[in-house]
């Protein structure tokens, strides 16, 4: 033993390259495998693919990947984040209940409230940064605890350890969206998480092309009971998709980082902009989370949320910025800049989201590859802009 050990960047490539890449070639790409089924060369023993609902090698090589890089023993490639986050779900079963953190990703919002009570199985969505409240949550038909960290548009942080002792106390599953982290960042299996979720869709895959989800788990079992769900369910990842997937994931930790430390430096330029109420970013040391999130993860990240004081100062802003698209998403190259109350989060009533700090003047930016000064000196001239429509017509 030398005591060696790889760095995450390390991991990303070569298990992306040679770890999981194709063998009898040698390519550093992975094969885009398009055939939905394959010839069985003996009459009644069947090799390792049959059918690419049940198997794909392409896909295979992007699950074998997430799976090394969460430290999880399975890794499953779903259609999209939702279809990684509704099949996990059914795991569970009628007269179950779920404690679900309250500042929850929209979509997944939609599906606990109205797709699961049609099947029987109930929810409580808890304040998770008051672990009293989670605590007297559960109950004795509790078989889940949901958490999102940092969380989907405020950058809420959940302590992570202290919710996985809970639930292991209480015999529950704890699942996890880590799509604002990657593993790159923050890796919940290590912390005692069983199934770690993913909307690949963003910062994974990186350049807003595909839409994709990833679950992942460490325990063996829970394994191979979610890879039957995927099959019987069948919203699995297509070949040329788990392809752009897997060339994602490749430059993930320079596309990041970058991101990450441009996010830094316009997290403190709007913290310090009258003009700005509040800005959601956990690596500001006046966000409540911050030192939870720095226990628990190396870096904050790449997307922050800031608040204007009405709906109309926030459209005067999107209007005059020049850089970012403004579009639903995040994780792209381009900074991506989007109006939770009428994009994410419109599947939420307004009185939910408004609990959730989610008014009309919130915004929220993920941020890209552009230069980091280009992107504040265009915010300053937005922000001077909405600036003049105060003085004129008042806030
Ligand atoms: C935190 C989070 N989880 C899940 C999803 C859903 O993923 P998808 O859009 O890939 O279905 C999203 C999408 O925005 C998200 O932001």
């Known amino acids: 033993m030398s005591g060696y050990k790889e760095s995450l960047e390390t991991s990303i490539v070569v298990a992306s390259t040679r770890g999981h890449g194709e063998r009898k070639t040698g390519a550093v790409n992975v094969p885009i495998y398009l055939s939905s089924t394959f010839h069985q060369e003996s009459f009644d023993e069947f090799g390792p693919y049959d059918y690419s609902r049940s198997g794909n090698p392409t896909r295979d090589a992007l699950e074998k990947t997430i799976a090394e890089l969460e430290g999880g023993t399975r890794g499953l490639a779903f259609a999209s984040g939702l279809a990684a986050i509704s099949s996990a779900f059914m795991l569970l079963s009628a007269g179950d209940h779920i404690v679900i953190t309250e500042d929850v990703y929209g979509g997944t919002f939609r599906f606990v409230t109205e797709v699961l009570p049609r099947i029987g199985i109930k929810h409580t969505f808890v304040d998770f940064t008051d672990l009293e409240s989670v605590a007297s949550a559960i109950r004795s038909n509790t078989k889940l605890i949901y958490i999102e960290t940092p969380s989907n548009p405020c950058l809420g942080i959940t302590d992570i350890n202290r919710i996985v002792e809970l639930a292991k106390a209480n015999n529950c599953l704890t699942f996890l969206d880590n799509t604002f982290m990657t593993p790159l960042y923050q890796r919940p299996l290590d912390l005692g998480v069983d199934v770690v979720l993913h909307s690949a869709t963003k910062f994974l895959s990186g350049h807003s092309d595909i839409i994709a989800g990833l679950a992942v788990t460490k325990d063996e079992e829970l394994g191979k009971r979610l890879a039957f769900l995927q099959n019987s369910f069948g919203a699995i990842l297509g070949a040329q998709d788990s392809f752009s997937l897997i060339q994602g994931i490749k430059t993930l930790s320079v596309r990041f980082e970058k991101s990450a430390d441009s996010a830094q430096q316009i997290a403190a330029y709007l913290n310090n902009h009258t003009l700005v109420e509040e800005v959601y970013y956990p690596g500001l040391t ?40 403004f579009a639903v998403s995040l994780g792209g190259v381009e900074s991506i ?23 009309d003047g919130l915004l929220r930016f993920s941020v890209g590859l552009e230069n980091v000064d280009d992107l504040i000196a265009d915010f300053d001239q937005a922000l001077l802009v909405a600036a003049k429509l105060i003085e004129k017509v008042g806030i």
């Open 286 to 325: 006046s966000h409540p989370g911050y030192e939870i999130h720095a226990q628990q993860a190396t870096n904050p990240g790449a997307v922050l949320s800031f608040r204007l004081p009405t709906q109309a100062i926030a459209k005067a802003f999107v209007e005059s910025v020049q850089i970012p698209v």
């Open 337 to 359: 800049l989007s109006h939770p109350a009428q994009m994410s989060h419109a599947a939420m009533p307004k009185s939910e989201r408004e609990k959730r700090g989610i008014t």
